[in-house]
Antibody
Framework: EVQLVESGGGLVKPGGSLRLSCAAS????????MSWVRQAPGKGLEWVGRIKSKTDGGTTDYAAPVKGRFTISRDDSKNTLYLQMNSLKTEDTAVYYC?????????????????WGQGTLVTVSS | QSALTQPASVSGSPGQSITISCTGT?????????VSWYQQHPGKAPKLMIYEVSKRPSGVSNRFSGSKSGNTASLTISGLQAEDEADYYCCSYAGSSTFDVVFGGGTKLTVL
């Protein structure tokens, strides 16, 4: 059974930093393309960014609102995805989900998100 | 990249069919067959219902179907059931130059 378990959320002041983790199990994490998607309270979903598998270059891409402030990384030895968030703003307040890009018969279907964690809440407030 | 446009709410009676539209542009929905749909119940994580415009993941009821015409994608739910009441989001790839992924604002489905 696939499981994605996020942790690390909490209350942080504007300008502060926080690191989220996502522990993965039940699939071959090293082959997966992983994304972070967030949802502000009472609002819709917003893509944050993605990291490819190391086999596919391990590169990262980010949405414009977080580019230069957020960094996605992965530790395949620990089956864990990370989101380092710096220079946090009040508008970053949201539930942060980690997700897998869908894989169909060995082919990644990018921007189609298959498995989701339960999310972790980040609140940026003074 | 702007969000995709969905109606804020739709409703239908049990057994009826409803369609939720998702309007984008020629830079996202109109250019790629990488449109997906997600169902989200209150307090829960989203669930993938449709991928690549019209394909259903294993385990998703065949009452859910997807389509696309031009810059607009659509999700149709037939034979509405009480448990279909949820928020629905569309999503589209928007190009590799900046790797944008855009979501719709979400549609609240009420089963009357």
């Amino acid at each position: 059974e696939v499981q994605l378990v996020e942790s690390g959320g909490g209350l942080v002041k504007p300008g502060g930093s926080l690191r989220l983790s996502c522990a993965a199990s039940g699939f071959t994490f090293s082959n997966a393309w992983m994304s972070w998607v967030r949802q502000a309270p009472g609002k819709g979903l917003e893509w944050v960014g993605r990291i490819k598998s190391k086999t596919d270059g391990g590169t990262t891409d980010y949405a414009a609102p977080v580019k230069g402030r957020f960094t996605i990384s992965r530790d395949d030895s620990k089956n864990t995805l990370y989101l380092q968030m710096n220079s946090l703003k009040t508008e970053d307040t949201a539930v942060y989900y980690c997700t897998t890009d869908l894989e169909v018969q060995g082919v990644i279907v990018t921007a189609n998100f298959d498995y989701w964690g339960q999310g972790t809440l980040v609140t940026v407030s003074s | 990249q702007s969000a995709l446009t969905q109606p804020a709410s739709v409703s239908g009676s049990p057994g009826q069919s409803i369609t939720i539209s998702c309007t984008g542009t020629s830079s996202d929905v109109g250019s790629y067959n990488l449109v997906s749909w997600y169902q989200q119940h209150p307090g829960k994580a989203p669930k993938l219902m449709i991928y690549e415009v019209s394909k259903r993941p294993s385990g998703v009821s065949n009452r859910f179907s997807g389509s696309k015409s031009g810059n607009t994608a659509s999700l149709t739910i037939s034979g509405l059931q009480a448990e279909d009441e949820a928020d629905y989001y569309c999503c589209s790839y928007a190009g590799s130059s900046t790797f944008d992924v855009v979501f719709g604002g979400g549609t609240k489905l009420t089963v009357l």
